[in-house]
Structure formats: structure tokens, C-alpha cells
């Protein structure tokens, strides 16, 4: 019963999210895109780039406290490779994105799931950073 409730905190922490990039501007263009080795809770357009529009991969996090370093400190190396996979392929099964700018976003959230303080973090990490 713990990952029922488990998956509904984090379908209404990601529906959250959305509901604040949508009011910060950016486009829905999918959720939650699985593919082999990776997930991408949100992909948007943000059209607000001085250089046109850029394609935002977001990784949602929450804790319903900051111990352990919040949700931020959980994005590892290794998922930052997996989300970086993820959005390779994700670009590779819409080819329309091929020449887009890319980004990755990460949202954090933290407190009551039902009504979660919301921290975007944009450009949070780039493809090509050491792992």
C-alpha cells in the first residue's frame, strides 16, 4: 500500500510542478517519457530564450523534509546520465526537437505533496558535465 501512496505524493507533486512552469510560461510537450534506463518526469518548450525556444528536460524531486541534503542532493552522476540517456532518446522518437536547444531543469519540492513549496532550478545541470 506504501507505493500507492507513494505514487500518488508523486503524481500531485509533479502535477504541482507543472501547474508553476506553466504559469512561468513554458509549453507542455510530454510526462513522464520512460524509456530503457531513464524517465523524464516533464519535457516543455520554453520560448521565452533570447536565441528562440529551448527544449527543458525536468526532473521532479521531492522530500517531505530537507534531510539527506533535499531533493537536489539525489540527483547523482549516475541519474544525471540516465536522465541525459533518456532525453538522447527522446529527441531520437521526436525527430521535430532535433535542432532545438536543450536544457535541463530540475524542480524541487518539498513539504505537504498536496500543496508543495516549489524551487525551479533552470539549467541545473548540462549534458556534457563530468561525471
Same mark, same amino acid.
Given at each position: ?6 505514487r500518488s505524493r508523486g503524481a500531485m507533486v509533479e502535477a504541482a510542478a507543472r501547474r508553476h512552469l506553466l504559469a512561468a510560461g513554458l509549453t507542455d510537450v510530454a510526462s513522464n517519457a520512460s524509456y530503457r534506463g531513464g524517465e523524464i @518526469?516533464?519535457?516543455?518548450? &520554453? ?17 517531505? *523534509?530537507? +534531510? ?36 535541463? @531543469? ?16 533552470? &539549467?541545473?545541470?548540462? +549534458? &556534457?558535465?563530468? *561525471?
Amino acid at each position: 500500500m506504501a507505493s500507492v501512496d507513494r505514487r500518488s505524493r508523486g503524481a500531485m507533486v509533479e502535477a504541482a510542478a507543472r501547474r508553476h512552469l506553466l504559469a512561468a510560461g513554458l509549453t507542455d510537450v510530454a510526462s513522464n517519457a520512460s524509456y530503457r534506463g531513464g524517465e523524464i @518526469d516533464l519535457v516543455m518548450l &520554453d520560448r521565452d530564450g533570447r536565441a528562440g525556444s529551448c527544449l527543458v528536460f525536468i526532473e521532479v524531486r521531492y522530500r517531505s *523534509a530537507a +534531510a539527506f541534503g533535499g531533493g537536489l542532493m539525489s540527483i547523482d552522476a549516475r541519474k544525471r546520465r540516465k536522465l541525459v540517456h533518456a532525453a538522447q532518446l527522446f529527441l531520437a522518437s521526436h525527430r521535430q526537437f532535433a535542432l532545438s536547444a536543450c536544457r535541463f @531543469d530540475v524542480v524541487v519540492a518539498d513539504g505537504d505533496a498536496s500543496a508543495p513549496n516549489i524551487t525551479w532550478l533552470r &539549467d541545473a545541470f548540462r +549534458a &556534457d558535465d563530468p *561525471a
